[in-house]
């Protein structure tokens, strides 16, 4: 389970303005993780969450 009772490092700003630059960034820029078992292909659920289409995860 996760302390929270210490702030972290770095404020919420931070860390979401690196997510978001992490999300937008072309797949094959992305840092890469051979820690994280990434799916094959991931599915795009709409707002309702009803599965649109599978898509390839590129590595």
Known sequence: MTD???PPSE???VIL???EQFLLAP???RPQRPD???PPR???L???GDALEM???QH
């Open 17 to 19: 303005e690196k997510l």
């Open 11 to 13: 404020s919420i700003e």
């Open 42 to 44: 991931v599915e795009m």
């Open 36 to 38: 994280i078992p990434w």
């Open 27 to 29: 797949a094959n820029e």
């Open 4 to 6: 929270v009772s210490t």
């Open 55 to 57: 898509v390839p995860v």
């Open 46 to 48: 709409n707002e309702h």
